[in-house]
């Protein structure tokens, strides 16, 4: 039995042909173009599939040696906000193309409910702690060898286009990339995501036979939220309240004491439009493809560094919480000539980057903190963090999902079948199981060790402000 920090490894892949739906937890503006309850059960049926062998997710779905990679990844993008994912409103028909041929995990947690340390786990292999990623500050390491680098020496040619500071060069996301194009990080207020698929086509147009590693990340569902004029999503009455399309972060925060559900509906609307705007976008990309011919042998993986809260616990935005809500991402991994699955056990983006190295067929050379996807087992444990405003660890396993507040020593447990939502905390009845997932996530966390001189960057006034208008620095308490 293969394990992750000595802990049991095991895996239940459910594979369906893909006329998903499955119904999740939920129900556009113009920037400017450019299992029943477990409640009672033993905790021992936390991993009762421990036993049940199905098809482990892509062994039947091995082709091309040396696949070109596209690795696309959506900030503040919720799950339950995209159709392909069985949501309402038609916000993502580009991405359900994509899904009917690829696996649809709908278990996937992000490590960190913010940009920097999900999407350094993402091409780190490793633990937001383990990367001494604290605060606004924090950038990746040096010395450890992320996902470009190991392509990159085993002879891809690697590009990126990113929108965010969260992973720009200052903050040492260039590692390992041939181009890194940061054009398009405009700021909170702008649309980029035409802009980065221009910069994804253009990269397309110079490649010649080399295989490439191409990431773009795309900005707009980010707040501002804004509406986008062919993605209107106008339905019921017509709204009359004050949240307007790019009403800025801190006014929205100023109106939370007394918010109406009328007025998050206007912002899930807003959201809706941009989640539907950058799904066009992407879709271009992925035409682009489609024209030359490069589409069906490749490696195409999508997926989200966090999604956003919209008042379920309270709050709205993201970075503070463990909630579902900001870190149960999208994660659709196409292989090359691949067949529609959903996978529906708990997977981790730390994961994503030796499953990639597994696809292409590039030897893994360093201590990574995830396991390949392609050869997966059931039960296995995920894990998250956050240190912003207050400190918590979390665990999935099986049904159950349990946060812990380190800094006030309290529990919160759920059982995920029956209370998605997460509404009804049974660390009270449950005791037995939050025992159990205790001892898992303290022997995870000592052994997620911060490194002796955790790196960062000095952020000038200018960048502060620009923080501080999309809602972060931790200064603002």
Not at 331 to 338: A, V
Not at 454 to 474: D, I
């Amino acid at each position: 039995m293969t394990e992750r920090f000595g802990l049991p490894r095991t895996f239940l892949t459910a594979t369906l042909l893909f006329s998903f739906a499955c119904s999740e937890q939920s129900t556009p503006a113009t920037k400017e173009p450019l299992a029943g309850s477990a409640a009672n059960a033993p905790p021992e049926e936390m991993a009762a599939s421990e036993e049940t062998s199905l098809a482990k997710s892509g062994d039947s779905q091995r082709s091309v040696e040396t696949p070109s990679i596209l690795l696309i990844v959506v900030d503040t993008l919720r799950k339950d906000h995209l159709s392909c994912y069985g949501y309402q409103r038609s916000t993502s028909p580009n991405l359900e193309r994509l899904a009917s041929s690829a696996m649809v995990y709908t278990m996937a947690f992000s490590q960190a409910p913010w940009t920097t340390p999900s999407i350094g786990s993402l091409l780190s292999s490793q633990f937001p702690t383990s990367l001494g990623i604290l605060d606004e500050r924090s950038v990746l390491p040096e010395d450890i060898l992320l996902l470009p680098e190991a392509l990159h020496e085993a002879g891809y040619r690697t590009a990126a286009a990113v929108s965010h500071n969260f992973c720009s060069a200052k903050w040492n996301f260039d590692q390992g990339f041939d181009e890194f194009d940061e054009s398009n990080i405009l700021g909170h207020d702008k649309v980029t995501s035409q802009g980065i698929t221009d910069r994804g086509i253009d990269f397309l147009n110079r490649v010649t036979g080399e295989p490439f590693f191409l990431w773009l990340h795309y900005f707009d569902p980010h707040f501002a939220y804004l509406e986008h004029e062919s993605y209107g999503f106008r339905e019921g009455p017509e709204y009359s309240g004050p949240i307007e399309s790019g009403t800025p972060f801190k006014e929205l925060l100023r109106m939370r004491k007394k918010v109406t559900e009328a007025d998050i509906a206007e912002i899930r609307r807003l959201y809706d439009s941009e989640i539907a705007w950058t799904d066009r976008e992407i879709g271009r990309m992925l035409d682009a493809l489609r024209e030359r011919g490069l589409y069906e042998d490749m490696l195409i993986v999508f997926t989200a560094d966090h999604g956003e809260e919209f008042f379920e616990h309270d709050d709205l935005g993201h970075t503070k919480t463990l909630y579902n809500e900001v870190i149960n991402v999208p994660l659709i991994i196409k292989p090359p000539q691949g067949k529609g699955q959903v996978v529906a056990d708990p997977v981790a983006l730390v994961d994503v980057y030796p499953t990639i190295l597994d696809y292409a067929g590039v030897p893994v050379t360093t201590k990574l903190q995830g396991q390949s996807l392609r050869d997966y087992e059931t039960g296995v444990p995920v894990f998250f963090e956050t240190d912003r405003k207050r400190k918590l660890h979390g665990i999935v396993q099986g049904n159950y999902k349990m946060i812990y507040a380190r800094d006030l020593d309290q529990y919160e447990l759920y059982d995920l079948s029956s209370d998605p939502g997460e509404k009804t905390n049974l660390a009270e009845q449950r005791r037995d199981v939050v025992r159990k997932l205790d001892r898992r996530l303290k022997r995870w966390s000592e052994q997620i060790a911060q490194p002796a001189n955790a790196a960062s960057t000095e952020l000038s006034p200018e960048e502060v402000e620009n923080l501080r208008a999309m809602g972060y620095m931790s200064d603002d308490g």
